[in-house]
């Protein structure tokens, strides 16, 4: 069994990973660090999804990072560029060489007395255990399953003849080139196969229990494409970075403060894209309020010409049961379809399925308080990105990277080796997910929870959290720092909190 240490560990190699090896790289370039991925290639999801059409549903102006401009004409892109993007910045900056592929995490065990933790990994390509031991230990494997995506139990599947397939895992040489195609769901993936698809099978239909919000947005960011023919790249980027973001946080503040306001543009918006007479109320106004799940972007509104010309449809219903050749609705129709396409959704997975241990003790992730979002109550020396539900994943992950730098060298000029959060004393737990979508009720119980205020509430506003965690106090009632129990020094009395949870 091999073994050896570095300062930092960061497990995932996707946008996140990359993203805080590079922070390491920029603030701190004497920390020792190495990234473990369980795939065989940089960009996590970007890498992992290869169904048609993948694309981002953000902005890549807020979706690239903080420190490498996105250049690319399009700030609604597709899979290969951002995939492009993330390897390229691993590229720049020299993280490329601290990458150790098929290296997947089984568990992490912390120990007090040495202040370190030991990471054992299984190596998929050559069936070997590795133990490796760092000081700090960042994971940045999002929270859902790689190997298998969600799929319900479908009546009558073993009668039908077709193909179904799942977008998680797109079969390389399908063709759906004249054939009818069913779609089942209504969230991101859904409204970006449909298009897609359409542009090459005889049919496409969108079936959907229910239906999402879903709005149109250019495909190109017109303030950018102005600001380009006068100003640099590097002078662009922030601006438009700034101005998607205070838009952003409007609309989900608007969103919660006037719902019913919301709620009325986007009917409106989508009735505009739609022919003349199409039943916009059944088939695109949800009974949930806007952000209670993620709004839907088509850029171009390129779901809605699809539909408009006739080379898909939206059908709301539910599944009777699959016939040889199609699917039967409640309602009676039938829909033939030569290929299915399962986009029902994700399987979450907290820490890429890691057990963490401290001192002998394994920790249940759902007793668990997230403190800034970033970190767990009772786990030394480890952080955890999980983005933004209401914005782009990048703009959080940006943030905990730069916090977890703040940290280490906090430690370094104070003498401390270990910062342990501490939970707070109220009982107040809510979901660390504040979204309604089925992926997150399936398992949300399993997750680390976050209490009722600050530094325990996760704000889902960038501006606050860029005050918070680029400019606020290391030292607060939430976390403790101290030293290895094997040194002689004691805990850093200037931090005061309730008992670890």
Same mark, same amino acid.
């Given at each position: ?81 951002? $995939? =492009?993007? @993330?390897?390229? %910045?691993? #590229?720049?900056?020299?993280? &490329? ?6 290296? /997947? ?114 495909? $190109? =960011?017109? @303030?950018?494409? %102005?600001? #380009?023919?006068?100003?640099? &790249? ?6 438009? /970075? ?260």
């Amino acid at each position: 069994m091999a073994s050896d240490h570095v300062d930092v560990l960061v497990v995932g190699a996707g946008l996140s990973g990359v993203g805080a090896a590079c922070h390491l790289r920029r603030d701190r370039p004497d920390t020792t660090y190495a990234v473990l991925e369980a795939r065989g290639a940089i960009g996590g999801t970007w890498d992992l999804f290869r169904y048609p059409g993948i694309r981002s549903d953000s902005d890549m102006f807020t979706l690239g990072y903080s420190f490498k401009p996105w250049t690319d004409p399009k700030a609604i892109a597709d899979g290969d560029s951002i $995939r =492009d993007y @993330v390897r390229e %910045t691993a #590229r720049e900056y020299g993280v &490329e060489e601290h990458i150790r592929f098929h290296h /997947r995490v089984v568990r992490a065990e912390w120990d007090s007395v040495t202040a370190r933790w030991t990471v054992h990994v299984h190596r998929d390509d050559t069936d070997e255990a590795v133990a490796l031991t760092c000081s700090f230990l960042h994971t940045c494997s999002g929270y859902y399953r790689y190997d298998a995506g969600y799929t319900p139990e479908f009546p009558g599947l073993d009668r039908y003849t077709g193909q179904l397939v799942h977008p998680q895992h797109w079969p390389e040489q399908l063709d759906v080139a004249g054939k009818r195609v069913v779609v089942i769901g209504s969230g991101a993936t859904a409204v970006t196969l449909v298009p897609a698809l359409a542009e090459r099978a005889a049919h496409v239909t969108m079936l959907q229990r229910s239906p999402t919000y879903v709005i149109s947005l250019p495909s $190109r =960011d017109v @303030v950018a494409d %102005t600001l #380009r023919r006068w100003l640099p &790249e590097k002078a662009v980027y922030p601006v438009v /970075r700034w101005k998607n973001v205070l838009l952003g946080t409007a609309n989900f503040q608007l969103s919660r403060r006037a719902p019913k306001l919301v709620k009325s543009f986007l009917r409106r918006a989508a009735k505009g894209r739609l022919p003349a007479g199409y039943d916009v109320d059944r088939h695109f106004s949800p009974r949930y309020d806007p952000w209670d799940q993620r709004l839907c972007v088509v850029p171009d509104g390129d779901l809605f010409d699809a539909v408009t010309a006739g080379r898909a449809s939206v059908v709301t219903d539910t599944i009777d049961t699959f016939t040889p050749h199609g699917i039967r609705l409640s309602s009676g129709e039938e829909l033939p379809a030569d290929v299915v396409v399962s986009a029902t959704g994700l399987n979450l997975l907290a820490l890429g399925g890691m057990r963490l241990v401290v001192d002998g003790v394994d920790v249940d992730l759902a007793r668990t308080v997230a403190y800034k979002g970033m970190m767990l109550s009772g786990v030394p020396n480890f952080a955890m990105t999980i983005g933004y539900t209401n914005a782009s994943w990048t703009l959080k992950a940006d943030l905990v990277a730069t916090y977890v730098n703040r940290l280490l060298r906090h430690l370094d000029d104070t003498g401390q080796q270990i910062v342990t959060p501490v939970a707070p004393a109220d009982a107040a737990r809510v979901p660390l997910i504040d979204l309604k979508s089925g992926y997150v009720l399936r398992s949300v119980d399993a997750l680390p929870k976050q209490g009722a205020r600050a530094p325990w509430r996760l704000h889902q506003n960038y501006a606050r959290d860029v005050i918070l965690m680029k400019h606020g106090r290391l030292v607060d009632e939430g976390v403790r720092f101290s030293r290895a129990t094997g040194s002689a020094a004691s805990a850093d009395t200037r931090t005061a909190g309730a008992p670890v949870a």
